[in-house]
């Protein structure tokens, strides 16, 4: 039986995306991409800004759905990203 888990529910652009895992907060590498999680607990909502490695301008901010959220955490997979050539951030808008 083939695992549903590793494939996308929702696309940004050229991004294929679907709901993470709350655990571990950060970037995790995972079969078939990176996992971003963090935790706040006064944030609205949540952007993903994801960076060539080494380079200043963005390489694609990716606003979570209100779905990828849990509680106070927010966990978004992101296919096709390659571990070692990307940096990231998120932006927090208070409640």
């Given amino acids: 039986m083939e695992r549903i888990d590793i494939h996308p529910t ?4 050229d991004f294929k995306l679907r709901a993470g895992r709350p655990l571990p907060f950060g970037a ?14 006064h944030a ?3 952007t993903l800004v994801l960076f060539k490695k ?3 301008e963005p390489l694609a901010e ?4 209100d779905e990828f959220r849990i509680g106070n955490v927010f966990a978004m997979m992101v296919f096709g990203l ?14």
């Fill in 10 to 13: 929702h696309t940004h652009g």
């Fill in 28 to 41: 995790t590498q995972v079969e078939g991409g990176i996992n971003f999680s963090i935790y706040s607990r």
């Fill in 54 to 56: 080494r380079l200043s």
């Fill in 62 to 65: 990716i606003a979570f759905p």
């Fill in 82 to 95: 390659d571990y070692d050539n990307v940096e990231y951030g998120f932006r927090r808008w208070p409640l």
């Fill in 44 to 46: 609205s909502s949540c």
